[in-house]
Protein backbone atom coordinates (compact mmCIF):
# COMPACT_ATOMS: atom_id res chain seq x y z
CA UNK A 1 0.00 0.00 0.00
CA UNK A 2 2.73 2.32 0.83
CA UNK A 3 4.44 1.68 -2.58
CA UNK A 4 1.45 2.59 -4.45
CA UNK A 5 1.04 5.71 -2.76
CA UNK A 6 4.71 6.87 -3.71
CA UNK A 7 3.69 6.17 -7.11
CA UNK A 8 2.21 9.08 -9.72
CA UNK A 9 -1.44 9.38 -10.11
CA UNK A 10 -1.20 8.59 -13.48
CA UNK A 11 0.57 5.80 -13.25
CA UNK A 12 -1.11 4.32 -11.02
CA UNK A 13 -4.23 4.99 -12.66
CA UNK A 14 -2.46 3.35 -16.06
CA UNK A 15 -1.09 0.07 -13.61
CA UNK A 16 -4.67 -0.26 -12.11
CA UNK A 17 -6.42 -0.11 -15.97
CA UNK A 18 -3.36 -3.06 -17.03
CA UNK A 19 -4.98 -5.17 -13.98
CA UNK A 20 -8.34 -4.61 -14.79
CA UNK A 21 -7.87 -5.16 -18.26
CA UNK A 22 -5.82 -8.39 -17.68
CA UNK A 23 -8.63 -9.54 -15.42
CA UNK A 24 -11.33 -8.74 -17.87
CA UNK A 25 -9.33 -11.01 -20.59
CA UNK A 26 -8.75 -13.88 -18.07
CA UNK A 27 -12.58 -13.89 -16.90
CA UNK A 28 -13.72 -13.24 -21.08
CA UNK A 29 -11.38 -16.19 -21.90
CA UNK A 30 -12.98 -18.53 -19.50
CA UNK A 31 -16.28 -18.03 -20.11
CA UNK A 32 -15.43 -18.13 -23.75
CA UNK A 33 -13.76 -21.56 -23.42
CA UNK A 34 -16.82 -23.08 -21.51
CA UNK A 35 -19.28 -21.86 -24.11
CA UNK A 36 -17.32 -22.40 -27.33
CA UNK A 37 -16.64 -25.97 -26.24
CA UNK A 38 -20.20 -26.63 -24.82
CA UNK A 39 -21.08 -25.53 -28.22
CA UNK A 40 -18.64 -27.24 -30.23
CA UNK A 41 -19.35 -30.83 -28.01
CA UNK A 42 -23.28 -30.47 -29.26
CA UNK A 43 -22.43 -29.41 -32.93
CA UNK A 44 -19.67 -32.49 -33.19
CA UNK A 45 -22.22 -34.84 -31.35
CA UNK A 46 -24.60 -33.54 -33.72
CA UNK A 47 -22.50 -34.60 -36.73
CA UNK A 48 -21.57 -38.00 -35.29
CA UNK A 49 -25.76 -38.41 -35.06
CA UNK A 50 -26.01 -37.60 -38.70
CA UNK A 51 -22.51 -39.59 -39.72
CA UNK A 52 -23.73 -42.70 -38.02
CA UNK A 53 -27.17 -42.44 -39.46
CA UNK A 54 -26.38 -42.31 -42.39
CA UNK A 55 -23.78 -44.85 -42.97
CA UNK A 56 -27.26 -46.97 -41.28
CA UNK A 57 -29.00 -46.16 -45.17
CA UNK A 58 -25.75 -47.78 -46.91
CA UNK A 59 -26.02 -51.06 -48.52
CA UNK A 60 -23.49 -53.15 -46.11
CA UNK A 61 -23.26 -56.46 -48.22
CA UNK A 62 -20.67 -54.33 -50.26
CA UNK A 63 -17.38 -56.34 -50.32
CA UNK A 64 -14.96 -53.57 -51.64
CA UNK A 65 -16.64 -51.18 -49.34
CA UNK A 66 -13.27 -51.21 -47.38
CA UNK A 67 -10.70 -50.70 -50.44
CA UNK A 68 -12.56 -47.94 -51.86
CA UNK A 69 -12.72 -45.89 -48.60
CA UNK A 70 -8.80 -46.53 -48.15
CA UNK A 71 -8.82 -45.11 -51.77
CA UNK A 72 -10.50 -41.70 -50.57
CA UNK A 73 -8.12 -38.65 -50.81
CA UNK A 74 -7.21 -37.10 -47.71
CA UNK A 75 -6.05 -34.03 -49.24
CA UNK A 76 -8.58 -31.75 -51.27
CA UNK A 77 -8.13 -28.48 -53.59
CA UNK A 78 -9.22 -26.09 -50.51
CA UNK A 79 -8.43 -28.04 -47.19
CA UNK A 80 -7.02 -31.44 -45.23
CA UNK A 81 -9.03 -34.52 -44.04
CA UNK A 82 -8.11 -35.30 -40.19
CA UNK A 83 -8.02 -38.78 -39.25
CA UNK A 84 -9.18 -37.63 -35.78
CA UNK A 85 -12.26 -35.61 -37.24
CA UNK A 86 -14.19 -38.94 -37.22
CA UNK A 87 -14.17 -42.35 -37.41
CA UNK A 88 -16.39 -45.28 -37.39
CA UNK A 89 -17.11 -49.06 -37.78
CA UNK A 90 -19.51 -51.18 -38.36
CA UNK A 91 -20.14 -54.70 -36.01
CA UNK A 92 -22.52 -57.34 -36.52
CA UNK A 93 -24.33 -58.11 -33.43
CA UNK A 94 -21.63 -60.90 -32.37
CA UNK A 95 -19.18 -58.39 -32.24
CA UNK A 96 -17.44 -58.99 -35.76
CA UNK A 97 -15.88 -56.13 -37.61
CA UNK A 98 -17.80 -56.05 -41.18
CA UNK A 99 -16.31 -52.50 -41.98
CA UNK A 100 -14.43 -49.17 -41.04
CA UNK A 101 -13.19 -46.19 -42.59
CA UNK A 102 -9.41 -47.60 -43.24
CA UNK A 103 -8.07 -45.31 -40.44
CA UNK A 104 -8.67 -45.01 -36.84
CA UNK A 105 -11.71 -47.42 -37.18
CA UNK A 106 -9.83 -50.43 -37.36
CA UNK A 107 -8.85 -49.67 -33.76
CA UNK A 108 -11.93 -49.16 -32.67
CA UNK A 109 -12.95 -52.01 -29.57
CA UNK A 110 -16.34 -53.66 -29.55
CA UNK A 111 -17.82 -52.41 -26.15
CA UNK A 112 -21.19 -52.14 -26.91
CA UNK A 113 -23.76 -51.61 -23.68
CA UNK A 114 -26.34 -49.65 -25.32
CA UNK A 115 -27.43 -47.26 -27.79
CA UNK A 116 -25.93 -43.60 -27.19
CA UNK A 117 -22.56 -41.63 -26.72
CA UNK A 118 -20.02 -43.15 -24.58
CA UNK A 119 -16.39 -42.36 -23.91
CA UNK A 120 -13.66 -44.58 -24.69
CA UNK A 121 -10.39 -45.37 -25.95
CA UNK A 122 -9.04 -47.03 -28.73
CA UNK A 123 -6.84 -50.04 -29.07
CA UNK A 124 -3.14 -49.77 -28.00
CA UNK A 125 -3.79 -45.90 -27.62
CA UNK A 126 -4.49 -43.98 -24.36
CA UNK A 127 -6.13 -40.54 -26.42
CA UNK A 128 -9.42 -40.43 -25.16
CA UNK A 129 -12.42 -40.22 -27.77
CA UNK A 130 -15.90 -40.43 -27.61
CA UNK A 131 -17.75 -42.61 -29.24
CA UNK A 132 -21.68 -42.87 -30.58
CA UNK A 133 -23.27 -46.19 -31.06
CA UNK A 134 -26.42 -47.06 -33.14
CA UNK A 135 -28.17 -49.85 -33.96
CA UNK A 136 -29.65 -50.74 -37.49
CA UNK A 137 -33.91 -51.18 -37.24
CA UNK A 138 -33.32 -54.95 -38.26
CA UNK A 139 -31.03 -55.58 -35.13
CA UNK A 140 -28.24 -57.09 -37.33
CA UNK A 141 -25.72 -54.42 -37.38
CA UNK A 142 -24.05 -52.02 -34.86
CA UNK A 143 -22.51 -48.99 -35.74
CA UNK A 144 -19.84 -46.87 -34.11
CA UNK A 145 -18.81 -43.50 -34.84
CA UNK A 146 -15.78 -41.72 -32.94
CA UNK A 147 -14.18 -38.48 -32.49
CA UNK A 148 -10.91 -37.67 -30.45
CA UNK A 149 -11.55 -35.30 -27.59
CA UNK A 150 -8.63 -33.52 -28.65
CA UNK A 151 -9.77 -32.56 -31.98
CA UNK A 152 -12.69 -31.23 -30.17
CA UNK A 153 -10.41 -29.26 -27.66
CA UNK A 154 -7.62 -28.01 -30.27
CA UNK A 155 -11.19 -26.51 -32.28
CA UNK A 156 -12.31 -24.75 -29.15
CA UNK A 157 -8.78 -23.51 -28.51
CA UNK A 158 -8.66 -21.98 -32.09
CA UNK A 159 -11.83 -20.32 -32.15
CA UNK A 160 -11.32 -18.73 -28.42
CA UNK A 161 -7.66 -17.81 -29.50
CA UNK A 162 -9.14 -15.99 -32.62
CA UNK A 163 -11.56 -13.66 -30.44
CA UNK A 164 -9.12 -12.98 -27.91
CA UNK A 165 -5.92 -12.50 -29.07
CA UNK A 166 -7.21 -9.34 -31.09
CA UNK A 167 -8.08 -7.86 -27.70
CA UNK A 168 -4.38 -8.96 -26.31
CA UNK A 169 -2.72 -7.65 -29.44
CA UNK A 170 -4.79 -4.40 -28.92
CA UNK A 171 -3.76 -3.61 -25.10
CA UNK A 172 -0.69 -2.02 -25.38
CA UNK A 173 -2.20 0.38 -27.99
CA UNK A 174 -5.28 1.12 -25.38
CA UNK A 175 -2.23 1.16 -22.68
CA UNK A 176 -0.68 4.24 -24.75
CA UNK A 177 -3.80 6.07 -25.39
CA UNK A 178 -4.62 6.29 -21.52
CA UNK A 179 -1.58 7.26 -20.86
CA UNK A 180 -1.93 10.31 -23.80
CA UNK A 181 -5.52 10.90 -22.09
CA UNK A 182 -4.40 11.43 -18.74
CA UNK A 183 -1.13 13.65 -19.44
CA UNK A 184 -4.21 15.71 -21.28
CA UNK A 185 -6.76 15.73 -18.72
CA UNK A 186 -4.05 15.91 -15.85
CA UNK A 187 -2.79 18.98 -17.50
CA UNK A 188 -4.48 21.66 -16.25
CA UNK A 189 -4.10 20.11 -12.03
CA UNK A 190 0.52 20.71 -13.68
CA UNK A 191 -1.18 23.97 -14.22
CA UNK A 192 -2.44 24.49 -10.91
CA UNK A 193 0.71 23.70 -9.35
CA UNK A 194 2.90 26.22 -11.08
CA UNK A 195 0.70 28.45 -10.30
CA UNK A 196 0.95 28.06 -6.35
CA UNK A 197 4.37 27.19 -6.67
CA UNK A 198 4.79 30.90 -7.70
CA UNK A 199 2.11 32.56 -6.16
CA UNK A 200 3.47 35.04 -3.50
CA UNK A 201 2.63 34.59 0.12
CA UNK A 202 0.12 37.65 0.52
CA UNK A 203 -1.36 36.95 -2.69
CA UNK A 204 -5.16 36.69 -1.93
CA UNK A 205 -7.17 36.51 -5.05
CA UNK A 206 -9.07 33.48 -5.95
CA UNK A 207 -8.03 30.88 -8.27
CA UNK A 208 -9.10 30.55 -11.72
CA UNK A 209 -11.65 27.50 -12.22
CA UNK A 210 -11.64 27.16 -15.74
CA UNK A 211 -10.74 24.20 -17.51
CA UNK A 212 -10.26 22.26 -14.04
CA UNK A 213 -11.44 19.10 -13.55
CA UNK A 214 -14.92 18.51 -11.69
CA UNK A 215 -13.49 16.38 -9.01
CA UNK A 216 -10.80 18.90 -8.35
CA UNK A 217 -13.08 21.94 -7.90
CA UNK A 218 -14.09 21.08 -4.50
CA UNK A 219 -10.40 21.16 -3.64
CA UNK A 220 -9.88 24.68 -5.84
CA UNK A 221 -13.44 25.74 -3.78
CA UNK A 222 -11.75 25.45 -0.25
CA UNK A 223 -8.66 26.77 -0.96
CA UNK A 224 -10.31 30.39 -2.63
CA UNK A 225 -12.16 29.92 0.74
CA UNK A 226 -9.26 29.67 2.78
CA UNK A 227 -7.62 32.46 0.91
CA UNK A 228 -10.66 34.81 1.69
CA UNK A 229 -11.12 34.33 4.96
CA UNK A 230 -6.90 35.22 5.18
CA UNK A 231 -7.52 38.19 3.24
CA UNK A 232 -10.11 39.09 5.69
CA UNK A 233 -8.33 38.08 9.06
CA UNK A 234 -5.18 40.57 7.66
CA UNK A 235 -7.71 43.49 6.76
CA UNK A 236 -9.14 42.90 10.19
CA UNK A 237 -4.83 42.92 11.29
CA UNK A 238 -4.26 45.80 9.30
CA UNK A 239 -7.48 48.07 10.77
CA UNK A 240 -6.31 46.77 14.32
CA UNK A 241 -3.31 48.00 14.19
CA UNK A 242 -4.05 51.50 12.85
CA UNK A 243 -6.46 52.06 14.97
CA UNK A 244 -4.25 50.95 17.97
CA UNK A 245 -1.58 53.48 16.56
CA UNK A 246 -3.58 56.28 16.55
CA UNK A 247 -5.11 55.48 20.36
CA UNK A 248 -1.28 55.10 21.51
CA UNK A 249 -0.42 58.32 20.39
CA UNK A 250 -2.64 61.00 22.11
CA UNK A 251 -1.40 58.99 25.83
CA UNK A 252 2.43 59.86 24.46
CA UNK A 253 1.80 63.37 23.32
CA UNK A 254 0.39 63.82 26.42
CA UNK A 255 3.32 62.11 28.70
CA UNK A 256 5.75 64.17 26.49
CA UNK A 257 3.99 67.16 27.80
CA UNK A 258 3.90 66.05 31.52
CA UNK A 259 7.53 65.16 31.02
CA UNK A 260 8.62 68.41 29.60
CA UNK A 261 6.39 70.12 31.83
CA UNK A 262 8.38 68.73 35.04
CA UNK A 263 11.82 69.17 33.30
CA UNK A 264 10.85 72.78 33.96
CA UNK A 265 9.85 73.32 37.29
CA UNK A 266 13.35 71.78 38.10
CA UNK A 267 15.32 74.19 35.99
CA UNK A 268 16.66 77.27 37.67
CA UNK A 269 14.57 81.05 37.74
CA UNK A 270 14.93 83.27 34.65
CA UNK A 271 17.06 86.62 35.26
CA UNK A 272 14.89 89.91 35.73
CA UNK A 273 12.99 90.92 32.68
CA UNK A 274 12.95 87.44 31.20
CA UNK A 275 10.16 85.32 31.30
CA UNK A 276 10.12 81.28 31.61
CA UNK A 277 9.14 79.50 28.32
CA UNK A 278 5.40 78.35 29.04
CA UNK A 279 5.76 74.42 30.10
CA UNK A 280 3.75 73.30 27.39
CA UNK A 281 5.87 75.38 24.63
CA UNK A 282 8.72 73.79 26.19
CA UNK A 283 7.34 70.38 26.71
CA UNK A 284 6.37 70.59 22.91
CA UNK A 285 9.80 71.91 21.93
CA UNK A 286 11.36 68.91 23.92
Known sequence: MKLTQRLSLKLRLTLLFLALSLMAWFAASLVAWQQTTHKLDKLFDTQQMLFAKRLLTMDLDEIRAPERMREIPKKVKHGRLDDDALAFAIYAVDGKMLLNDGENGRDIPYHYRRDGFANGQLQDDNDEWRFLWLTSPDGKYRVVVGQEWEYRQDMALDVVSSQ?????????????????????????????????????????????????????????????????????MMTRERRFTSDAAHELRSPLAALKVQTGTAACGNRPRFAAGGSAPHPVASGLAG
Not at 177 to 201: H, Y
Not at 202 to 209: C, G, N, P, Q, S
Not at 215 to 229: G, I, K, Q, T, W
Open 164 to 232: LTPWLVALPVMLLLLILLLSRELRPLKKLAQTLRSRSPDATEALVLQGVPTEVRPLLDALNHLFARTQE
